[in-house]
Each structure stands twice: as C-alpha cells, then as structure tokens.
C-alpha cells in the first residue's frame, strides 16, 4: 500500500467513527442501533472503491476491538464485536467493497448516481444477511424468521434513506475528488 | 462533546495489576481462546465455573466492579428481549408449560434455555471487556500487529494496519471538531439541523457532510505527502520505543486460561 492509501483508508475510518455519533435515535425496542453508520459505511466503500473501502473499513472495526467508543451510541470494545448485534457490524467491510465494486473508482472519472444507487442498495443486503444470521447464532433470537422480524423490517426504510444520502453526497465529494486529482498528479 | 473526552484512552482503565502488566499479546489470544470457550458450554456448571474464573481475573485486575457492569448498560434490552423470546418461543415442538399470555405459551424448556443464553451472552460481553480496560488501544494495536505478522506471506499487511490505526486515533479528535465547525459554519448560514421529520433531517445533513468528507480526503492528501517527505517507506527496518517481551507471567496466564478451559468443558458431571 501507498502511503497515500494508508493516510485515506485511516481518515475514512475515522470518519465513520464520527459518523457513527451523528445519530438520530428512534424508541425502537429490539435494541439495534440505528444510526448514520451505515451512511459513513457505503460512502466510504463509493469514494474510496472496493479495495480500500474494504480496508477502511476493517480499520474502523479494528478501532472498536482496541476499545474507543467508534461506534454508534459511543459503544466500543472487543465485546461489541462479539455480542448479539456483532452480525451487521462484520458485514460493514463486505457492504463498503460492494458499494465500492458498484460505483468504480473515482479517479477514472465515472459519477453515475445510478450506479451508486444500485451499489447503496445492494451494500446493505451483507449487512441484514449477516447481521440476522448473528443474532440467531448468538442465541438471542430462536428462530431466522424471527430475526428478519425484529433485526431486518424495521430498518429497511431508514437504510434507504441513509443510503439515498449517501448517494447525494457521494455525487458531490466524487465530482470534488475529480477536479483535484489533476493537480494531484504534478 | 461526549466522544471527545472519551476517545483518547478508550475504555482502558489505567492501574498497575498484574493483569495490565500481560503482554498485549497474551490477553489477546487468551480473550480469543476464551470466547471460543465460552461458546461451546453446554451445561451451567460449565458456565458457573466460567463466571468464577471471570470473577477472579476481574478481582485481580483492580477494574471497579462498577466499570464492567457499566459494560453491559447497552446491551440489557437485548438481553431482556433474548430472554423473553427464548422464554415463548425456545422450546420447539412444544414443552411443559408454565404459565400463559394470550397465545403465548411459557415452557420451562423455554425459561432454562432463556436463561442460559442470557447468562453465556453475559459472560461473553464481560470477558472481551476485560481486555478492553486492561490494554490501552496502542497496546492494542501494537499485539495485533506482532500477532498478524506471520500471516504477512498470504498478504496481510500487518504493519500497515497498525499504521492505519495509529493515524486514525490521531484524527479522530480532529474530525469531531471540524464536524462542529462545519455545522456551526452551516447553522450560521441559515441551516436548519434539528427540526421535521427523518427525510428533511438527512436532506439537512447534505451540507455538512460533503465539506466533512472533502476535507478529510485533503487532510489525508496532506499526511500522505509529510509521512514521504520524512521517509516514511513501510515497516520494513522501522524501530520502535517499546518492545513486546513475553516474560513468566505470561506463561502462567496462558496455564490458566487452558486449565479453565478443560475445566468448563470437561463432559458430565463430578
């Protein structure tokens, strides 16, 4: 890796953390965090592409197993990682690497918000496989058909939103990427 | 800002125990070795002889008492959830029925296994916190990356992630304050943050966001260019002021982690 990689995959991670704070908190009793993480997430995999949204991401779970509060509701710890809702973190990397696929890279000078449509959409489809099949693995749901009722349906409306925003932003930070990377190269 | 204050160290909770003096390494790998265990008990005597082994570690670590109950604040409606689920609905075909609510059937089947789970989920959260408030994140950070280094061979780039991690750390705080002064510098603008619904709400954020990422993608544009400047080239040949040494006690621990573990999963009873 370049060292340039290094510094955006390290400030993206970052980011999300900060992200992961910016959280608009629903009375949702199954306890499963509902936040702009997942914003942060599919647009770090839309700006970066897939191989660095992937690192960026697993650097951002890396920070949470050291123990900062990165995550949402300033949770941290090795012990969110493996409790009950470890599932839809986990698939973080994985849905960053398909927003990223879906997108293309940013230097090559493609913007179609279709395509990052589409890459927000089917990003989010790792995190709801993993995250429901966690919750029944750990023992806190009994059955698949229960944790798609509690830990799936109710965010499905929310998670388009987040993920129509990050598209909308996305657009604008890709054309901004666009113009600077002339100068880039001098 | 809350995230402010608490993310320099993290959870870790500094004292001078024997279990903070434990190589990173070695809490890492028994955390490891202990989750695993923790997830193929079978028996609740498995799990009582798990707890006081945790309980132990915990006396020994000098954490208040206080800090690891906190630890489970976040998760205690999930835990009530999983219980009450389990209760209803853990007992498949059927079970002896204990009490009901509406066309809910209670088992005991239910209630036993309800309470297994909530308990193994309880343990499993209080063990990887241990480590946590033990082992500050570049502690951390540095374990991993001695950890990952034999695996460099099939392409994972230990040091680069221990890199990443350092310089993520670094900027976190950095970010937060730039993510209030660009909202600040929006609000002054005439941005409305806090009011309406969620659609209004995350078209609102547009505005913030996207000077947010910008600027990061120039910070990290900047760093990149100061790390070359002063020769940064990779891992290969870097020094570094502290050193990981496995001392004795180390080897104690690794003893005592394995001899609990024959213990939990010891089959039958005695």
């Known amino acids: 890796m370049k060292s340039r990689d290094l510094a955006v995959c390290a400030l993206l991670a970052a980011l999300t953390a900060v992200c ?20 942060a997430v599919v647009l770090a995999g839309a700006t970066l592409g897939a191989r660095r949204g992937f690192v960026s991401q697993l650097l951002y779970l890396s920070l949470g197993v050291a123990g900062l509060p990165v995550f949402a509701q300033l949770r941290g710890g090795a012990s969110v990682l493996v409790g009950p809702t470890a599932g839809y973190l986990w698939a973080f990397p994985v849905a ?18 279709l395509r990052l449509a589409a890459g927000a959409v089917l990003a989010v489809v790792p995190i709801y ?18 944790a798609v009722q509690v830990g799936v349906l109710p965010f499905v409306i929310p998670d388009l ?7 909308a932003v996305a657009v604008r930070v890709r054309a901004a ?4 990377a002339p100068s880039r190269k001098g | 800002m809350e995230l402010l204050r608490s993310l320099t160290l993290g959870q870790y909770v500094p004292r001078a125990s024997p279990v903070h003096r434990l190589d990173p390494r070695t809490k890492i790998l028994a955390a490891t070795a202990l989750m695993v265990v923790v997830f193929l008990v079978r028996d609740f005597r498995g799990l009582g002889v798990f707890a006081a082994f945790l309980a132990a570690a915990v006396a020994l670590s000098q954490v208040p008492a206080g800090f690891v109950l906190r630890g489970l604040r976040p998760i205690w409606i999930l835990l009530l959830l999983t219980l009450v689920l389990q209760i209803f609905f853990g007992a498949s075909g059927g079970g002896t029925p204990l009490w009901r609510l509406g066309p809910f059937v209670a088992t005991r089947e239910g209630l036993v296994q309800g309470l297994f789970v909530t308990a193994r989920l ?13 082992t500050s994140p570049v502690e951390l950070a540095d374990g ?13 780039p230990a040091h680069e992630l221990a890199m990443m991690m350092t310089i993520a750390l670094r900027f976190i705080p950095t970010l937060v304050e730039e993510t209030e002064k660009i909202m600040k510098a929006q609000m002054a603008r005439g941005a409305d943050l806090d009011t309406g619904g969620l659609l209004r709400r995350a078209r609102a954020l547009v505005p913030v966001l996207v000077p947010l990422f910008v600027s990061a993608f120039r910070r990290a544009e900047e760093l990149a260019v100061a790390m070359e400047a002063r020769g940064y080239r990779g891992g290969e040949g870097r020094t570094r002021m502290k050193q990981l040494r496995y001392r004795a006690q180390d080897l104690w621990a690794a003893l005592a982690v394995a001899g609990i573990s024959v213990l939990v999963l010891w089959p039958g009873r005695w």
Do not use: D, I, Y
Not at chain 1, 129 to 146: D, E, H, K, N, T
Not at chain 1, 177 to 180: D, E, F, K
Not at chain 2, 122 to 134: G, R
Not at chain 2, 144 to 156: S, T
């Open chain 1, 129 to 146: 496989l993993l995250g429901a099949a966690w919750l029944v693995a750990s023992g806190a749901v009994p059955s698949p058909a229960r």
């Open chain 1, 96 to 113: 960053a690497a398909v927003a990223g696929a879906a997108a293309g890279l940013p230097e090559a000078g493609t913007n179609s918000p």
């Open chain 1, 177 to 180: 990427l666009a113009r600077a």
């Open chain 2, 144 to 156: 991993m990356e001695r950890l990952l280094r034999p695996f460099r061979r099939v392409g994972v």
């Open chain 1, 20 to 39: 992961a704070q910016l959280s608009l908190t629903l009375p949702a009793l199954s306890g499963v965090p509902f936040t702009l993480q997942v914003f």
């Open chain 2, 122 to 134: 309880v343990l499993l959260v209080v063990c990887t916190s241990l480590l946590t408030f033990t």
């Open chain 1, 161 to 167: 939103v987040k993920a129509a925003l990050a598209v």
